[in-house]
């Protein structure tokens, strides 16, 4: 790739960054602050784009958090490339002086980091690392620290709607790796594609989960079990990915989300806060 394909495709990657409030932004042009849950808080971000304005479920955001910034870049960019982090997790560059700099935003990766990984590793996208539980397979995991009859309706939705995921869905599940967080930098033909079957397939699992009384903290489930189904869909596709570490611009209290961790598996201890 010559340098001036580089700062072209640099320029034509939109990765939004979800926030519901005020926060310090990445200064890199490839980054849009991205207002999540505007239609239900409209003046929180006014001096950024809101997820409520185009074709959008803004409305939806109390129960799929992040993902109505999703769909609304799926329906309002016409970049080559889309991607989503959140506000306090992103990628992290791989430029060796900025990724252990004390500024925690200058390790955040930039436009050229994302090119320069597609050219090299010809994936159709980027993901964070895959977190391996070890200890617990996936589906454990989920089912000790939240609801696990959101996993039965995703799983009897997958097989009523497109049982042709069903393997790969259970093969995720069995295992102890997973690619989390919603967090995504795509092609925008995978992108769109990936966008395509998840949200109709959100719909079935709701129908097939009917009526719950979950309180706010429980009824982000659509937001949960996406995590879920990215790998199940990249597997099913033959999608090629290629891994970014991860950053967050604030310290992580891993002793906090360790013995969160703990308590769930051995104490039955289910989530109740993110960590």
Not at 33 to 55: I, R, S, Y
Not at 125 to 134: G, T
């Amino acid at each position: 790739m010559s340098s001036e394909d580089e700062d072209e495709m640099s320029y034509d990657i939109q990765i939004a960054v979800a926030t519901h409030k005020p926060y310090r932004m990445p200064s890199d042009p490839c980054y849009l602050p991205l207002h999540v849950g505007a239609e239900l808080h409209p003046d929180v971000c006014t001096d950024m784009q809101q997820d409520n304005k185009g074709e959008n479920i803004s409305a939806s955001n109390a129960s799929y958090s992040e993902l109505t910034g999703l769909y609304w870049l799926w329906k309002n960019s016409d970049a080559a490339y889309k991607g989503l982090v959140h506000y306090r997790r992103h990628f992290r560059t791989s430029d060796s002086i900025n990724k252990s700099s004390e500024d925690r935003f200058c390790r955040i990766a930039t436009g050229e980091d994302f090119a320069s990984l597609f050219e090299k590793t010809g994936a159709q996208i980027i993901l964070p690392k895959a977190r391996n539980y070890v200890i617990e397979t996936i589906d454990g995991h989920y089912r000790h620290t939240l609801p696990g009859e959101q996993l039965d309706a995703a799983r009897s939705a997958i097989e009523g709607a497109c049982p042709e995921y069903l393997s790969a869905f259970d093969a995720e599940m069995a295992g102890t790796k997973a690619h989390m967080f919603n967090m995504l930098v795509a092609k925008s033909d995978v992108f769109d594609a990936y966008c395509e079957w998840l949200f109709p397939l959100l719909g079935n699992v709701e129908r097939c989960l009917g009526a719950k009384n979950y309180d706010a903290f429980n009824a982000r489930w659509p937001g949960r079990i996406s995590e879920m189904l990215l790998d199940t869909w990249l597997v099913t596709n033959d999608v090629m990915w290629a891994e970014m570490s991860t950053v967050s611009p604030e310290p992580v209290d891993w002793i906090a989300k360790g013995k969160g961790f703990l308590a769930a598996k051995f104490l039955g201890k289910k989530y109740g806060k993110s960590f």
